[in-house]
């Protein structure tokens, strides 16, 4: 059975640095574009980064100062948050959408095959 699994949340000073972990089991995640999605308090879940066999992408919040990452033969990726600020509080899921070649084509989260249970994060100022 597939499923995803996270770690490595915890709360945090602002300033302060976390990795998030997630492991994949059932399936090999060389074929998926794999992402890691939040949500905070009274707010929707929202898209953080993006990774294919390729290349990243960040949302514009993010950029400089999170780092995505994958390692297929471990079939685990990664998320390094540097820099956090309070307004980074919120769950972090990881997920993994199935398509042609790995290739990252959708950031609506009804297209995405697979979510972790999610981690909490917490900043505080």
């Known amino acids: 059975q597939e499923q995803l699994v996270e770690s490595g949340g915890g709360s945090v000073q602002a300033g302060g640095s976390l990795r998030l972990s997630c492991a994949a089991s059932g399936y090999s995640y060389s074929e998926y574009c794999l992402g890691w999605f939040r949500q905070a308090p009274a707010k929707g879940r929202e898209a953080v980064a993006f990774i294919d066999n390729q290349r990243s992408s960040y949302t514009d919040s993010v950029k400089g100062r999170f780092a995505i990452s994958r390692d297929n033969a471990k079939n685990t990726l990664y998320l390094q948050m540097n820099s956090l600020k309070p307004e980074d509080t919120a769950i972090y899921y990881c997920?993994?959408?199935?398509?042609?070649?790995?290739?990252?084509?959708?950031?609506?989260?009804?297209?995405?095959?697979?979510w972790g249970q999610g981690t909490q994060v917490t900043v505080s100022s």
């Open positions: 997920a993994a959408l199935r398509s042609d070649g790995g290739y990252c084509i959708s950031n609506d989260m009804d297209d995405w095959n697979y």
